[in-house]
T-cell receptor, first 116, second 115 residues
């Protein structure tokens, strides 16, 4: 079955440190890729998405992600994190069949804690 | 507010009771999805509708669960004979299927606690 793997369950960083969260998916066909963030007590919010074109995608709040097709990866990065980035981050994928977008499949999430 | 609305925000019920949740999607979105999220896990797909047609159901959706979207607008998710294992956050999302670039918008969820 298709799946999404997020390598880190919990990441703890100090403010101004650089961030990279890993995400891999298992599907050999066409995919759309997403990163969502869930701040404590809030609903899922879209950080960025990739559909086609430039594999380096820029999102909100200084986040970016790079789609590397050969590695089935879509890692999330931010050069300098802030305390307000403390949240849970979810990678998600839709796997497309015959031109139709499938359902959104989520990884288990990575909890990011940023120490002030 | 033009986002996805879910009602109620919280529901506490006794085991064995039936519960129903409602989702109002973004009006121009023709697809509506239900997900379930438990602590420490990512959202898990339950079912989705395109307009009023229910196109796919996950094997997670036991026969105690039923979802409807009668007029292709709002949707309801009913759980019959609730069990403690049904305790979770139930999320609704909507999306468009037309256009070159579309994404999913999530509601705030309904947190169900079965006691």
């Amino acid at each position: 079955a298709q799946s999404v793997s997020q390598h880190n369950h919990h990441v703890i960083l100090s403010e101004a440190a650089s961030l990279e969260l890993g995400c891999n998916y298992s599907y050999g066909g066409t995919v759309n890729l997403f990163w969502y963030v869930q701040y404590p007590g809030q609903h899922l919010q879209l950080l960025l998405k990739y559909f086609s074109g430039d594999p380096l995608v820029k999102g909100i709040k200084g986040f970016e992600a790079e789609f590397i097709k050969s590695k089935f990866s879509f890692n999330l990065r931010k050069p300098s994190v802030q305390w307000s980035d403390t949240a849970e981050y979810f990678c998600a994928v839709t796997m497309n069949y015959g031109g139709s977008q499938g359902n959104l499949i989520f990884g288990k999430g990575t909890k990011l804690s940023v120490k002030p | 507010d033009t986002g996805v609305s879910q009602d109620p925000r919280h529901k506490i019920t006794k085991r064995g009771q039936n519960v129903t949740f409602r989702c109002d999607p973004i009006s121009e979105h023709n697809r509506l999805y239900w997900y379930r999220q438990t602590l420490g896990q990512g959202p898990e797909f339950l079912t989705y509708f395109q307009n009023e047609a229910q196109l796919e159901k996950s094997r997670l959706l036991s026969d105690r669960f039923s979802a409807e979207r009668p007029k292709g607008s709002f949707s309801t998710l009913e759980i019959q004979r609730t069990e403690q294992g049904d305790s979770a956050m139930y999320l609704c999302a909507s999306s468009r299927t037309t256009g070159a670039d579309y994404g999913y918008t999530f509601g705030s969820g309904t947190r169900l606690t079965v006691v």
